[in-house]
């Protein structure tokens, strides 16, 4: 027996993107990689052998619609959860119903709309009925599943990643809505082509978005003679703002932040400034930002600009002082310095190197010329005998050992002629020439 609460009659005055929902995939926009002719997702659902399934992608691109397309497709009863009212014992309930509906063929879908907010525990009670094929769970998110959804729970799913639309495809939905009968087919609406491209273009791939931003406009729009006509001037009141998709605790953060760093170390400057503004208008903390480019100054620039670390440094402490919005402008210019630096990562793989030793090679004990001897026993003991002081030596270098012996000869530094950084490397040169000749 299906649940009618998802697909009960729509009322006139629900909202536009309700009202002219896809009701199969024929009217489906978008998701082409799976829907399209002879593709997996589309073969599943019309040959009714849907099993666990998550879909994952960003709002807005048919996750829900896809639920309900299922439902109507598929010759189960058809159950929605949502996170808010879904205590641990309802859904338990539940669960030992659909077990019951089973037993008699009959089977159960259970459709969990932004799966990502139910807790451990709420997603732990669903596991052992989709392990037993109980039950059919579909769930939705716009959060990575790797990270949100229980590991044993999300083995038994399959996942399909469903993409932002295309602009061709929100202007397919937007012309399309004009046409339904339960959108604006029956009322006589004016509005032109680069008014519909601006929509499309301020939903950033967000159906439910445009839909909504259409709706407002024709609520706003200049009625004359009962036809209702929209105007660049009155859309403008509804798309000055531009949301950005950007979850300062979720995988885009990660995802933003990588893309800089990369544009930074490519020394693409517009793209790094692009991906640096994504950051700033999601609410992003500017202190954040600037830990990264102090961090990317030393990782990706090193001696190569000995500067570089100041200005990340000086950035880092405008940001403190000044806050945003005011201190934009100073990440955008370390931003710019970093990305124009010359490149040079070999102090990174100096630390990396020197760790792997440390961590691979036995505890040698420090040299006795080089441990410190504030005692008279440890000096009696041989700690500091026979320690040279290169200031005192013509060339401040000596012949002393200071590298465990067992590691003796092992090379971490290993500079590159890049910028300021050949500078060291003749300089490393001239030192191990030295004790060459002197060793």
């Known amino acids: 027996m299906k649940q009618e609460s998802l697909f009960s009659n729509q009322p006139e005055n629900t909202p536009l993107a309700s009202r002219v929902r896809p009701q199969d995939l024929d009217q489906f926009v978008g998701q082409q990689h799976l829907l399209g002719p002879g593709k997996i997702l589309r073969e599943i659902i019309e040959n009714d052998q849907v099993s666990s399934m998550v879909f994952w992608g960003p709002p807005g691109v048919g996750k829900t619609t896809l639920a309900e397309i299922i439902a109507r497709k598929t010759q189960s009863s058809f159950l929605s959860f949502s996170a808010v009212d879904s205590s641990i014992s309802k859904i338990k309930k539940i669960m030992k119903q659909a077990e019951l509906d089973r037993e008699i063929g009959q089977r159960t879908i259970v459709f969990v709309d932004e799966i990502h907010r139910f807790n451990k525990a709420q997603q732990d009670a669903f596991l052992p009925y989709v392990e037993r094929g109980s039950i059919i769970l579909i769930g939705a998110t716009t959060e990575n599943p790797s990270f949100e959804i229980n590991s044993a729970l999300l083995s038994r799913c399959k996942v399909f990643v469903l993409k932002a639309l295309q602009q061709a495809d929100i202007i397919t939905l937007v012309e399309n809505a004009l046409q339904n009968s ?258």
């Open 182 to 439: 339960n959108g604006y087919g029956k009322q006589s609406i004016k509005i032109g082509d680069d008014e519909i491209q601006a929509i499309a273009n301020f939903a950033d791939g967000d159906a439910r978005m445009a839909l909504n931003t259409l709706e407002m406009a024709i609520l706003n729009g200049e009625k004359v003679d009962g036809a209702t006509t929209v105007t660049m001037d009155n859309l403008s009141q509804l798309i000055t703002k531009k949301f950005v998709l950007y979850d300062k605790n979720g995988e885009e953060h990660y995802n933003i932040i990588s893309a800089l760093h990369k544009s930074m170390r490519n020394s693409d400057t517009d793209a790094a400034i692009y991906w640096l503004s994504r950051m700033l208008e999601g609410g992003e903390d500017p202190l954040y930002i600037a830990r990264r480019l102090v961090r990317f100054a030393s990782e990706d620039v090193g001696l190569a600009d000995t500067n570089a670390l100041n200005v990340a440094i000086n950035v880092f402490q405008a940001c403190q002082f000044l806050g945003m919005p005011e201190c934009d402008i100073h990440l955008v210019e370390a931003v710019t310095y970093l990305s124009l630096a010359p490149k040079s990562n070999a102090i990174y793989k100096a630390r990396l190197a020197a760790a792997k030793d440390v961590k691979q090679t036995v505890n040698d004990p420090v040299p006795l010329q080089i441990r410190n001897a504030p005692t008279k026993l440890m000096k009696d003991l041989g700690y500091g005998k026979d320690y040279e002081l290169a200031h005192y030596a013509k060339d401040k270098l000596t012949t002393m050992k200071t590298m465990p012996p067992s590691l003796e000869g092992h090379e971490y530094y290993l500079p590159t002629t890049e910028g300021h950084e050949r500078r060291f490397k003749e300089r490393l040169a001239q030192i191990k020439a030295w004790h060459e000749q002197n060793g």
